[in-house]
């Protein structure tokens, strides 16, 4: 075994095809670990953090990766997974092989401590084994671990409830929508198949998306030239693997709705999605979400993950409930335990805040 720390991305010792065979071979691996998640978000990212990407070898033989940066923050470097301010689901992508891994990754990340003051760890699926053994492995080597927050990730699974999801396209909520939609005009669903398509409307998704939530941070983001253009790359890296979900509702001519998203192994991931302000009483958002439930039953998807989030409208439609949870791991003994000392002063307060309320 051998355990290789590159310093540029582009002089990584894993080509596409292996890096993305590997993410297929590791269970609940996701879009978000794939070489064309990590490559556009470095690309367009990359230059603010220093790359810590690790590979692990077994001879000749690709293993394991940790797609891995340095970040600072407050005068501390942190350790976090790469596109972590973007991604839903975050892990290490070690193939068959986690149980025996992480231990090894774990006094990796030891060894070269004096390179992180803490690691950050977001998203991590809560049924991963980086969940149930990281922390455990990094306290044995001495090092303070916390895993105290939780993110919930609605789903609405497809093929294990068939009869469920194909009636719920034709259920009395997603009917009334459409129906008042088709009364200022024809409806028309568009998934984006072709380079020259999502030419035409990522720009009118851009404009819509900053319009509906003008004023917020989202909103700020998303102006930006460099937000943008990592959306070009994003979208059009994954056309071609067949892993863009991007989609437009119209109505009699103009997009009413859009959604932008991935599909993986089955899954189709509600990712970023947005609809005309001017026509909020309508309720095209919900009218696209009955589109995209009945084109991922017609072409037999597994399930349409929600991913990260607990907003009311993904319950009326998800029957399953996933968690991710915030890991971090302390270099320094002082910074672990201020770190405990706040969030229990956090927890009391909003224990406070709850008793006021009642």
């Given at each position: 075994?051998?355990?290789?720390?590159?310093?540029?991305?582009?002089?990584?010792?894993?080509?596409?095809?292996?890096?993305?065979?590997?993410?297929?071979?590791?269970?609940?691996?996701?879009?978000?670990?794939?070489?064309?998640?990590?490559?556009?978000?470095?690309?367009?990212?990359?230059?603010?953090?220093?790359?810590?990407?690790?590979?692990?070898?077994?001879?000749?033989?690709?293993?394991?990766?940790?797609?891995?940066?340095?970040?600072?923050?407050?005068?501390?470097?942190?350790?976090?997974?790469?596109?972590?301010?973007?991604?839903?689901?975050?892990?290490?992508?070690?193939?068959?092989?986690?149980?025996?891994?992480?231990?090894?990754?774990?006094?990796?990340?030891?060894?070269?401590?004096?390179?992180?003051?803490?690691?950050?760890?977001?998203?991590?699926?809560?049924?991963?084994?980086?969940?149930?053994l990281l922390p455990a492995a990094m306290r044995s080597l001495g090092l303070g671990a916390t895993d105290f927050e939780r993110v919930?990730?609605?789903?609405?699974?497809?093929?294990?409830?068939?009869?469920?999801?194909?009636?719920?396209?034709?259920?009395?909520?997603?009917?009334?929508?459409?129906?008042?939609?088709?009364?200022?005009?024809?409806?028309?669903?568009?998934?984006?198949?072709?380079?020259?398509?999502?030419?035409?409307?990522?720009?009118?998704?851009?404009?819509?998306?900053?319009?509906?939530?003008?004023?917020?941070?989202?909103?700020?983001?998303?102006?930006?030239?460099?937000?943008?253009?990592?959306?070009?790359?994003?979208?059009?890296?994954?056309?071609?693997?067949?892993?863009?979900?991007?989609?437009?509702?119209?109505?009699?001519?103009?997009?009413?709705?859009?959604?932008?998203?991935?599909?993986?192994?089955?899954?189709?991931?509600?990712?970023?999605?947005?609809?005309?302000?001017?026509?909020?009483?309508?309720?095209?958002?919900?009218?696209?979400?009955?589109?995209?439930?009945?084109?991922?039953?017609?072409?037999?998807?597994?399930?349409?993950?929600?991913?990260v989030g607990a907003e009311a409208f993904k319950y009326r439609y998800a029957n399953a409930q996933r968690t991710n949870a915030n890991?971090?791991?302390?270099?320094?003994?002082?910074?672990?335990?201020?770190?405990?000392?706040?969030?229990?002063?956090?927890?009391?307060?909003?224990?406070?805040?709850?008793?006021?309320?009642?």
């Amino acid at each position: 075994m051998r355990l290789v720390l590159p310093h540029e991305f582009e002089r990584t010792p894993v080509d596409r095809r292996r890096w993305n065979a590997l993410v297929e071979e590791t269970d609940g691996g996701t879009i978000f670990q794939t070489h064309e998640w990590c490559e556009c978000w470095w690309t367009a990212f990359g230059h603010r953090h220093q790359l810590f990407l690790i590979t692990i070898w077994d001879d000749e033989s690709l293993v394991g990766i940790a797609p891995l940066m340095i970040l600072r923050r407050a005068g501390l470097r942190r350790l976090e997974f790469i596109g972590s301010s973007n991604a839903d689901y975050q892990d290490f992508i070690l193939g068959e092989r986690a149980a025996e891994l992480l231990p090894l990754l774990a006094h990796f990340l030891f060894e070269h401590r004096n390179a992180w003051s803490m690691m950050v760890l977001r998203n991590v699926p809560t049924n991963s084994l980086t969940f149930t053994l990281l922390p455990a492995a990094m306290r044995s080597l001495g090092l303070g671990a916390t895993d105290f927050e939780r993110v919930s990730c609605p789903a609405l699974e497809l093929s294990s409830h068939p009869d469920e999801a194909s009636r719920l396209p034709d259920s009395y909520s997603f009917r009334r929508r459409i129906k008042q939609l088709r009364r200022l005009g024809e409806l028309t669903f568009t998934r984006c198949c072709t380079p020259s398509q999502v030419d035409y409307y990522l720009p009118q998704f851009f404009e819509q998306y900053v319009d509906r939530r003008r004023g917020s941070v989202a909103a700020e983001l998303l102006s930006r030239s460099d937000i943008r253009a990592f959306y070009f790359a994003l979208a059009k890296s994954m056309l071609p693997a067949g892993w863009l979900h991007f989609s437009a509702l119209e109505c009699a001519g103009r997009p009413v709705a859009f959604h932008f998203g991935f599909e993986f192994r089955g899954r189709l991931y509600w990712y970023k999605p947005s609809f005309d302000p001017r026509l909020a009483r309508y309720s095209p958002g919900t009218a696209l979400l009955s589109y995209l439930i009945r084109d991922a039953v017609e072409r037999d998807l597994k399930e349409l993950d929600f991913t990260v989030g607990a907003e009311a409208f993904k319950y009326r439609y998800a029957n399953a409930q996933r968690t991710n949870a915030n890991l971090r791991v302390f270099r320094r003994r002082w910074l672990y335990m201020a770190t405990l000392g706040f969030v229990s002063a956090l927890r009391i307060c909003n224990q406070w805040r709850r008793a006021r309320r009642k």
